[in-house]
C-alpha cells in the first residue's frame, strides 16, 4: 500500500489522492459509528430521532451527552457507546494522517540514504 524504504517518494497528486482515500475511510468510519450510536440512542434509550441523532454526535464528538437517559438499557448503552465513540475516533484520527506521517518518515529515509 505505502512505498517501500529504498522507493522514491510519491508524486504531489498521488500523494493527494492517497490523503482523500484516507480521508473518505475515516469519513466512513465515524458515520458508520454515528449511526449505531443513532439507531441505538432511538432504539435502546427510548430517544426521539433527533435527539438520538444530537446525542450521537455529542458524544462520538467528545462532548457529553445532552438528553438524560432513564432507563438502565439506556444507561448501559450510552455507557458502552462512550466507550466505543473514543476508540472510534482515535481509529479514524490514526486513519487520516497515517499517509502524511509515513509521507514525513519516508522522506528523513532517503534523507539517511543520500548522505
Known sequence: MYERRGEPLLDRK??????M???ALAGCVLLG??????????IV????WIDAILNAAM???????VDPI???AG?????GYALFSGVVFLVA??????????????????????T
Open 14 to 19: 498521488q500523494f493527494l489522492g492517497r490523503q
Open 70 to 72: 432513564t432507563t438502565d
Open 75 to 79: 444507561k448501559l448503552f450510552a455507557a
Open 45 to 48: 434509550a427510548g430517544l426521539v
Open 93 to 114: 484520527a490514526g486513519v487520516f494522517v497515517a499517509p502524511l506521517l509515513h509521507r514525513i518518515l519516508h522522506h528523513f529515509h532517503l534523507e539517511m540514504e543520500d
Open 59 to 65: 458524544i462520538l464528538g467528545g462532548m457529553g451527552p
Open 33 to 42: 459509528a454515528w449511526g449505531i450510536g443513532i439507531l441505538g440512542y432511538h
Open 21 to 23: 482515500r484516507h480521508m
